[in-house]
């Protein structure tokens, strides 16, 4: 499939040239070119007025993944764990591979390496049909080559079509060594994940440029087709106490891995920031101005039971510490409540917080970007606001 | 010690806007940076050549325009660039990118090779892990600190989500970087110079023995299906009024939906 323009109809407007996101539209002799860089992603088809852009040779037919890969049937959820506890991200996992084996009329088979049995029961209980458990204790901490190496047998021996994983600092270092070797596509980060009806495909869906854009992603020539999903994104599906599935333990004693964890070392700072986890987060940004800023916040946060985050500006300027960042670069939340206090609202920091069930955003520029996103908008001081709003609430707390 | 930076060029996202007719990226104007994160791998790989000696290659692929970032790379301390461009790359997803990336690197041979954890324009942090296992060798991701380089060995600190781990690996190996690790420097006169004399090395497909199916959008399983804006999340409520107005109607609303 490629994408031309037809030189006869293009009028050399250059409407389509600022459309493309891989920047393939060129003008040549006042026309429209489409060049090497096109990724066929037909953006530009509905921007020309003339309707001169069209999709050649469709012949590349739609592949019939149907038959092509009727060997690969299930979704299989890589469940991390830390401290061999399984970590959260993977009951979100769980949810979403769930939803999907059930649309699929597949199984939902899930990987715990490092933890025990107690564990893979509870993946069970969270929607798991059969869980592959690895306790040996090399895997109690991450090594990207065993890792890797458990995870491609038991994918080889089952054929997946489906791989899910968290984007967290594990996934994202070993899943792409996994794709690779099995010259399969990865998509990272993915926010949602749909069964196409008519191909069976898998649908991702993921923000690009920095949040600017999303792509919806295709894997429909290779299976299986992998994705990975940051913490906090998902769903969690049903917990059923009385759910049963089948608990398989896989030996692998002989997987060896090249690099040596030394050493893991814990840092938590003064509030113990667990972002992903807090039901309300009070971020403060540049508007806060400093410590003096920081220190209302806290009162806040106080108040009322949260944790404290920060936009990339205020971490760059050393008032609060990395840990504590939220956006692109930094942790991607989705709390009950968000105070954004004097953050503009770069799309970068928007990224990582707009999925918040309810934000309230406080910051004295009426068009800083924050309001787009925001539930409750106050403009105004946040030095006079948020002193404000913890008198009122620790009133109203007191009373209760 | 031969080290190996991978750089990319890539629009400067920050300065990307939507335009909300045509829900398209409006691209005019917004100037082409060397991705932030892998200036802090060269500035980590310039200063083992201090340190230890080595020789620094900065490695880019894409079009042409390219060049500039490998110039900029120069002028930071790199001895030597190289520009992995050919028609037969364009549409390249990550699998086919890490797949000529270390065809190139296999070429030139290498002890560390360094990436940034990822680029601002797709932010996939793939291109890392995919390239060292296309060339067999470990990889640590995350780095924040290098602690020693000795008898063959590299220790290193890895950022996790509650802390680090400390890791070491034999070379060669490939380190993603994180911002932690380092500062990088501001071209210096001498570097400037340099940049503006040295030459470019381009490879294309027949340099690095690649196989033709596994190249650019041919042999890339992922396809980009289509592209939108992000939704705008509806409902929003600006709150009139004084300061006491605003906080009142805040703590009335949040009671309402029980949230307070």
């Known amino acids: 499939m490629s994408v031309i323009v037809r030189q006869d109809k293009c009028t050399g407007c250059e409407t389509c040239v600022d459309s493309c996101p891989?920047?393939?539209?060129?003008?040549?002799?006042?026309?429209?070119?489409i060049n090497e860089y096109c990724n066929a992603c037909t953006t530009c088809l509905p921007v020309c007025p003339e309707g001169a852009i069209i999709e050649t040779e469709a012949g590349a037919a739609p592949s019939d993944s149907g038959t092509k890969f009727a060997d690969y049937r299930d979704v299989l959820v890589f469940a991390e764990q830390r401290d061999g506890r399984t970590a959260p991200v993977s009951f979100e996992l769980l949810g979403a591979g769930r939803r999907l084996a059930d649309r699929l009329g597949s199984r939902l088979l899930a990987v715990l390496l490092g933890a025990d049995e107690a564990e893979a029961e509870e993946l069970v209980r969270w929607g798991a049909d059969r869980v592959y458990l690895c306790s040996d204790p090399v895997f109690r901490r991450f090594n990207d080559d065993t890792y890797a190496a458990a995870l491609l047998r038991i994918i080889e021996e089952q054929k997946p079509s489906i791989v899910l994983a968290g984007a967290t600092p594990v996934g994202r270092s070993f899943?792409?060594?996994?794709?690779?070797?099995?010259?399969t596509g990865l998509t990272a980060d993915c926010t949602s994940l749909e069964i196409d009806g008519e191909t069976g495909n898998l649908v991702q869906i993921r923000p690009?440029?920095?949040?600017?854009?999303?792509?919806?992603?295709?894997?429909?020539?290779?299976?299986?087709?992998?994705?990975?999903?940051?913490?906090?994104?998902?769903?969690?599906?049903?917990?059923?106490?009385?759910?049963?599935?089948?608990?398989?333990?896989?030996?692998?004693?002989?997987?060896?891995?090249?690099?040596?964890?030394?050493?893991?070392?814990?840092?938590?700072?003064?509030?113990?920031?667990?972002?992903?986890?807090?039901d309300i987060i009070v971020a403060g940004g540049r508007g806060a101005g400093g410590e003096k800023g920081f220190k209302l916040l806290r009162e806040l946060a106080e108040a009322v039971g949260g944790v404290i985050g920060a936009s990339r500006a205020a971490v760059d300027e050393g008032w609060v510490p990395y840990s504590h960042q939220v956006g692109q670069t930094g942790k991607t939340v989705n709390p009950k409540i968000y105070f954004a206090c004097g953050i503009s609202g770069a799309v970068q920091h928007l990224v990582g917080m707009q999925s918040s069930d309810i934000i309230i955003a406080v910051n004295r520029n009426p068009d800083a970007p924050i309001f787009n996103v925001a539930t409750y908008g106050i403009v105004g001081d946040m030095f006079e606001i948020v002193p404000m709003l913890t008198a009122r609430i620790k009133e109203l707390k007191g009373q209760s | 010690m031969n080290i190996i930076v991978c750089?990319?060029?890539?629009?400067?996202?920050?300065?990307?806007?939507?335009?909300?007719?045509?829900?398209?990226?409006?691209?005019?104007?917004?100037?082409?940076?060397?991705?932030?994160?892998?200036?802090?791998?060269?500035?980590?790989?310039?200063?083992?050549?201090?340190?230890?000696?080595?020789?620094?290659?900065?490695?880019?692929?894409?079009?042409?325009q390219a060049e500039n970032s490998l110039r900029e790379a120069v002028s930071m301390g790199a001895d030597d660039a190289v520009l992995l461009s050919d028609r037969a790359f364009a549409g390249s997803d990550t699998w086919a990118t890490s797949y000529a990336l270390a065809g190139a690197i296999r070429k030139l041979g290498a002890d560390i090779v360094f990436c940034g954890k990822q680029a601002i324009d797709g932010d996939t942090a793939q291109v890392g892990p995919e390239t060292a296992e296309f060339l067999g060798i470990p990889h640590v991701s995350?780095?924040?600190?290098?602690?020693?380089?000795?008898?063959?060995?590299?220790?290193?600190?890895?950022?996790?989500?509650e802390g680090y781990d400390v890791v070491e690996s034999p070379l060669p190996v490939l380190l993603t970087v994180v911002k932690e690790l380092n500062q990088p420097r501001m071209p210096s006169l001498k570097g400037k110079m340099a940049a503006r004399k040295a030459r470019i090395r381009i490879m294309g497909k027949a340099d690095i023995d690649a196989d033709e199916d596994s190249l650019g959008l041919k042999g890339s399983p992922t396809k980009v299906k289509s592209i939108f804006a992000p939704e705008t999340k509806a409902g929003r409520m600006m709150l009139g009024g004084g300061p006491e107005e605003q906080v009142d109607t805040l703590i009335k609303e949040l009671r309402k939906i029980r949230c307070l």
């Open chain 1, 208 to 278: 690009a440029f920095g949040g600017n854009i999303m792509a919806s992603i295709l894997c429909p020539d290779y299976r299986p087709q992998m994705a990975t999903v940051r913490p906090r994104v998902m769903k969690r599906g049903r917990y059923d106490e009385g759910r049963t599935g089948e608990i398989i333990n896989t030996g692998f004693k002989d997987l060896e891995s090249r690099t040596r964890v030394v050493e893991t070392v814990k840092e938590v700072s003064e509030i113990s920031v667990n972002l992903h986890e807090a």
């Open chain 2, 142 to 161: 995350y780095v924040r600190k290098i602690e020693w380089i000795r008898d063959n060995t590299i220790r290193v600190q890895r950022l996790m989500d």
């Open chain 1, 22 to 33: 891989f920047d393939a539209i060129e003008m040549r002799d006042g026309r429209a070119f």
């Open chain 1, 175 to 183: 899943i792409p060594r996994v794709a690779a070797r099995l010259r």
């Open chain 2, 7 to 64: 750089i990319k060029q890539v629009p400067d996202t920050a300065e990307i806007k939507i335009n909300p007719e045509t829900n398209t990226l409006m691209r005019e104007g917004v100037p082409s940076i060397i991705n932030p994160f892998d200036l802090h791998a060269l500035e980590a790989a310039v200063r083992i050549k201090e340190d230890l000696g080595a020789r620094v290659t900065a490695l880019t692929m894409g079009p042409p």
